[in-house]
């Protein structure tokens, strides 16, 4: 019985080996997909962090794997990233996986258009080399960017008025002006103020308090937004101020209050009256006078 048990351990080990050898002379079959992109879509001039997942490498038969990312327009990478990188294939568990992930943070160019931008991955194994695949990055530039200048400013009431235009093709929310600490401008109450969602192409305003010099001067300002993929993002522009065109204007000349018209007709029509009143009583004295 013994003999018999021994005789079916032996044989199932045999089988397990022989599956293991056909397993091992399997031929190398990698496969290479993109699984995420961070963020989507990607915005140019910014990073973007892709991981790609390298199914196949528990074959022994890919020998030494190099994986790595072509640098073209549109991505490239900063000089210390290791590129292309090196995976010894075999059973392999990180993550109790049997394929590896790759992940890279990738520059894209500034000028990079606007839907799916192909770039190209490379690897090669112990019985290819040099196998090139494309995949997609999904860009959309949410940017946005404003035209802003002084519409108006009272030097009586000391009332700033900044009209800003958006310029871009992406709608903002949550648009906020600020006017930081500088010198030539004081603000009086709030230095910053929400003006709300702004749409492509449309126009709004914000009012500040603040004292200005009777001179040509610069105002730092710091718009702030949200974008389409709820990113809150934060620019800076220099808006010129010349103070030639807000002294002396007609609008400012203050009009006498009404009741000070009122007050100046009553004066008239009681020295009037006066006059009058005293006209007949001496007219009734020279009658009085001429009776007797």
Not at 16 to 41: G, H, K, M, R, T
Not at 134 to 155: C, G, L, N, P, Q
Not at 199 to 204: G, H
Not at 253 to 282: A, S
Request: glycine fraction near 4%; hydrophobic fraction near 40%; charge should be negative.
């Amino acid at each position: 019985m013994k003999k018999k048990n021994l005789g079916v351990i032996i044989a199932i080990l045999a089988m397990i080996y022989s599956f293991s050898i056909i397993v091992s002379a399997e031929p190398c079959n990698l496969q290479i997909s993109l699984i995420n992109q961070d963020p989507y879509p990607a915005i140019p001039g910014e990073y973007v962090k892709v991981v790609f997942q390298i199914d196949g490498i528990r074959n022994t038969e890919c020998g030494i794997v190099t994986f790595g990312i072509k640098e073209d327009y549109p991505v490239y990478l900063d000089p210390n990233v290791v590129n292309p990188i090196t995976i010894n294939s075999g059973i392999y568990s990180k993550n109790y996986g049997s394929f590896y992930l790759a992940p890279y943070k990738l520059r894209l160019d500034e000028n990079a258009l606007d839907g799916e931008n192909p770039i190209e991955i490379y690897y090669s194994t112990k019985t290819a080399s040099s196998i090139i695949k494309e995949f997609d990055i999904t860009v959309e530039d949410v940017r946005a960017d404003f035209e802003i200048h002084v519409k108006d400013y009272d030097y009586n009431t000391k009332e700033l008025t900044f009209e800003i235009l958006n310029i871009a093709e992406a709608d903002v929310e949550a648009l906020t002006l600020e006017i930081p600490k500088q010198e030539n401008i004081e603000i009086k109450g709030a230095n910053r103020i929400v003006v709300g969602d702004l749409d492509s192409n449309e126009y709004t305003t914000a009012d500040f308090e603040a004292i200005l010099p009777e001179s040509q001067s610069t105002i730092n300002l710091n718009i702030i937004y949200t974008d389409s993929i709820n990113t809150r993002r934060e620019m800076q522009k220099v808006v010129e101020f010349d103070s030639s065109y807000f002294i002396d204007r007609n609008g400012d000349k203050k009009n006498p209050p009404y009741w000070l018209f009122g007050l100046v007709i009553l004066v008239i029509v009681f020295v009037v009256w006066r006059r009058i009143k005293k006209k007949r009583r001496e007219e009734e004295r020279r009658k009085r006078r001429a009776m007797n």
